[in-house]
């Protein structure tokens, strides 16, 4: 191991809390990125199909977006919402443009955990209410009350959580917890939303991701948001859609509520619109918004410098098309990886959209969590980063930025088959 590794590990272990980790045994030290590279201490070079878990959608320090933040620090680093400036109320503006529906009011937080938080305070403050359905398998922060929304159990470490959720099946229909077959099961794993819904009359809103994210890129059969978005309004409640990790471009689409034929009554995005800058929001429709009228502020959210920031990132997603890049990439690395996945036993499936793409990985039929280990540490030595996911740990999860290029994802393909080989002819742990 890199000695600065091993001094950095120590520091870690002598002054972080201990529920932070890191990936691999073996963790290289990083030091300077462009783009999608990312190079370490030792000067390697790494091709990022993680991008810092779905943040660098333009790309690591790209230019276009480090320099107009760059040029804002050094004029305005700060104010609070509580004094008028110009880049928090442009960026609004930018923001409800590029969502281009009815989600035109804004309010700007640090985080995804924050916008949640947002979201959900909205959604009781119109509808009077106090519960939230969440999906088994989503994610929703690591604040108390995103927490207690949050439906894999490695993330709900509170003990104690607010009892202000209700959890319903995950619509994973390779894992359909309710035992039933895709096509066949009209949709049972909403209606079983719809029972909830119908059984109890506090609750306020809904609350998904479109794709799940951490849960194992888990993407819901065609009409299921629609009739849980029907049904939600039947019961008087609302439907928030939570696209820290899903939105601008990620999925081929700008949101990736487009094409679901529903649009949400709320909406909380982060990560990406800062492209590294912290910044997150709530979004909603006037009449939704017009609830909320007590007294709210922010100190640093949608603070100036990442206000800059998320304009320029914006502006970058429009002028390249970088959801038609994702549409067009991802629809090539999913044919590499159904490539690979054919000549392998371990592959269970891959799914996703865009450039949101996950490999489960199985050995008769149980997750393969070791091997999916093994795979990431190899394709690290190999120089790719990828990601892991699922309620197993077992989902090999790919995220680039989305200016990745055809040649890097064949540069990854190559390794992925060796480490795929390899993993499946040793089952040990690594």
Same mark, same amino acid.
């Given at each position: 191991?890199?000695? +600065?590794?091993?001094? +950095?590990?120590?520091?870690? *272990? ?64 700060? &104010? ?46 119109? &509808?009077?209410? !106090?519960?939230?359905?969440? +999906? ?6 690591? $604040?108390?009350? &995103? ?22 099946? =995950?619509?994973? =229909? ?28 506090? /609750? ?29 309004? !039947? ?13 601008? =471009? %990620?999925?081929? #689409? ?15 995005? #982060? ?7 912290? /910044? ?12 909320? $009228? ?16 998320? *304009? ?5 997603? !429009? ?31 891959? !799914?996703? %959209? ?42 090999? $999860? ?6 990745? #290029? ?19 002819? &040793?089952?040990?742990?690594?």
């Amino acid at each position: 191991m890199d000695p +600065l590794a091993q001094s +950095l590990l120590e520091a870690k *272990r002598n002054y972080m809390v201990p529920c932070l980790y890191h990936f691999y045994r073996d963790p290289p030290v990083m030091d300077r990125a462009a783009m999608q590279y990312v190079w370490d201490v030792r000067g390697r070079r790494y091709t990022d199909f993680y991008a810092g878990v779905t943040v660098m959608n333009c790309g690591h320090c790209n230019p276009e977006i480090i320099e107009p933040a760059i040029e804002q620090i050094r004029r305005l680093q700060h &104010t609070t919402t509580i004094y008028l400036n110009e880049p928090i109320h442009a960026l609004a503006r930018d923001l409800v443009s590029f969502l281009d529906c009815g989600l035109d009011r804004v309010f700007f937080v640090n985080s995804g955990s924050e916008a949640n938080e947002g979201a959900m305070l909205l959604a009781k403050l119109h &509808t009077g209410r !106090r519960r939230f359905v969440y +999906l088994r398998g989503g994610l929703h922060g690591r $604040t108390a009350q &995103t927490m207690a929304v949050t439906g894999i159990p490695m993330w709900r470490t509170d003990p104690t959580p607010p009892e202000c959720g209700l959890e319903a099946p =995950c619509p994973h =229909c390779l894992h359909c917890e309710l035992g039933l077959e895709p096509g066949s099961c009209g949709l049972a794993c909403a209606g079983a939303v719809e029972e909830i819904l119908g059984a109890h009359g506090d /609750i306020a809103a809904v609350l998904a991701e479109p794709i799940q994210g951490n849960g194992g890129i888990v993407v819901p059969p065609a009409g299921y948001f629609e009739r849980v978005q029907h049904a939600a309004h !039947r019961a008087g409640a609302l439907l928030i859609f939570d696209e820290v990790q899903t939105g601008f =471009c %990620r999925t081929g #689409a700008p949101f990736a509520f487009r094409g679901l034929g529903v649009e949400p009554d709320i909406l909380s995005l #982060a990560k990406a619109l800062g492209n590294g800058f912290p /910044i997150g929001a709530f979004c909603a429709r006037a009449e939704i918004a017009a609830s909320y $009228t007590r007294p709210g502020a922010s100190t640093t959210g949608g603070n100036p410098v990442s206000a800059a920031a998320g *304009r320029a990132v914006l502006r970058y997603l !429009r002028e390249r098309d970088l959801a038609g890049r994702s549409s067009e990439l991802g629809a090539y690395l999913r044919g590499v990886l159904e490539r690979i996945a054919s000549a392998s036993s371990l592959v269970a499936e891959v !799914r996703g %959209r865009g450039l949101m793409l996950g490999m489960e990985l199985c050995r008769e039929g149980k997750p393969a969590a070791a091997e999916t280990d093994r795979v990431l540490e190899e394709l690290k030595d190999a120089g790719y980063l990828v990601g892991k996911t699922g309620m197993s740990r077992n989902v090999v $999860t790919f995220l680039p930025p989305l200016v990745i #290029a055809a040649a890097d994802i064949d540069g990854l393909a190559e390794a992925l088959e060796a480490a795929l080989h390899r993993a499946e002819s &040793t089952p040990e742990a690594p």
